[in-house]
């Protein structure tokens, strides 16, 4: 008889936390390893438990600093598969270089494909991450990627609020679909923000697609980085005659002046979920922090046990 294998969950230290709450839902501890720099910087791993014919798991967004992330996640992976692990599974809340995803001028590089070959080259046998920024890097692997969706954990929270009024806003043409998805959700309309970036991490609102005065408005994104197109977004709906301003996103990177902008804005409340970390300095009262560890902990179960992982996000 051959025993049924055993599921294992490591991390390095991009989120050690949303490991411990992910490995405390499913019910099991985070496995042993030691992850740190030899003095000249390079990686160190030393996984401190047998492996041998497990299901493992490696939970490491590859956020800030993202290429010592990114290493530690290729290291993890290739130390577990030289230590005969089953099968490898690249847990990656936040994909970092996802923004990297096409040419837009000549000669610019893919670093999104680049980062999926990586992975799959150390070791990984399949890909469960959230909310990618283009939907399409899932076509850069050869192998399985689940693909998880932010959107339900944030639109039960603004049920949960009661609001009756209100619209959901794409932050930019190219969230609309993600808008969509969202107001369909919550049975609400939705508006388009029209704008232009006339060089990378700047963004001008030019108009806005949708009636939005005196209504509650619900700023929708992936990503909020610098924070300028949230918050650019945000003071034209103010201007326009929006009610109370909300926000949310799946990924906070929160970079440069991301933090004053948000404070300093139209924003009333800005929601965000924790697959990147929030680091002390960068809480403030405007920001409400919501978990993916119960969403994740239900996917690598139901990947463990050989079901559906597109069922969590069925609509009746």
């Known amino acids: 008889m051959v025993a049924r294998k ?19 839902c499913i019910g099991i501890p985070v496995g042993q390893a030691g992850v ?9 791993i030393n996984i401190e438990e047998s492996v041998r014919g497990a299901d493992v798991f490696v939970i490491q967004p590859v956020c800030p600093p993202v290429n010592d992330n990114l290493m530690e996640l290729l290291i993890l992976m290739d130390a577990l598969k030289r230590a005969s692990a089953d099968r490898i599974t690249a847990v990656v809340p936040y994909y970092g270089y996802a923004r990297q995803d096409r040419k837009t ?39 399985p990627v ?31 679909s993600r808008a ?4 369909d959700m919550m049975n609400l309309p939705i508006a388009i923000v029209d704008k232009r970036r006339p060089k990378a991490n700047v963004a001008e609102v030019m108009n806005v697609i949708g009636d939005i005065q005196g209504k ?9 980085d610098t924070g300028g197109s949230i918050t650019e977004a945000a003071n034209a709906m ?47 009262d405007k920001v409400t922090v919501l978990s993916v560890a119960p969403i994740f902990a239900e996917a690598i179960t139901r990947i463990y046990e050989g079901l559906s992982v597109s069922k969590l996000f069925d609509q009746d």
């Open 6 to 24: 055993t599921i294992k969950l490591f991390t390095g230290n991009a989120n050690p936390e949303l490991a411990k709450e992910i490995a405390k």
């Open 36 to 44: 740190g720099k030899f003095s000249d910087g390079e990686i160190a």
């Open 105 to 143: 001028k000549a000669r610019d590089p893919i670093t999104a494909k680049l980062v999926a070959d990586l992975i799959s080259t150390a070791g990984a046998d399949r890909v469960l991450t959230m909310d990618l920024h283009a939907a399409q890097i899932q076509g850069y692997f050869n192998i």
């Open 146 to 176: 689940d693909h998880l969706l932010g959107a339900p954990i944030l639109a039960e929270y603004f049920v949960q609020k009661g609001m009756k009024d209100a619209v959901v806003v794409s932050p930019d043409v190219g969230s609309v």
């Open 180 to 183: 969509r998805y969202f107001a």
């Open 216 to 224: 509650d408005v619900i700023l929708i994104d992936d990503i909020v």
């Open 238 to 284: 103010d201007k326009l005659g929006a009610r109370d301003i909300y926000a949310c996103c799946t990924h906070a990177v929160f970079s440069g002046p991301a933090v004053g902008r948000i404070r300093d804005s139209a924003i009333k409340e800005m929601v965000i979920l924790n697959t990147i970390p929030l680091p002390s300095e960068k809480a403030f």
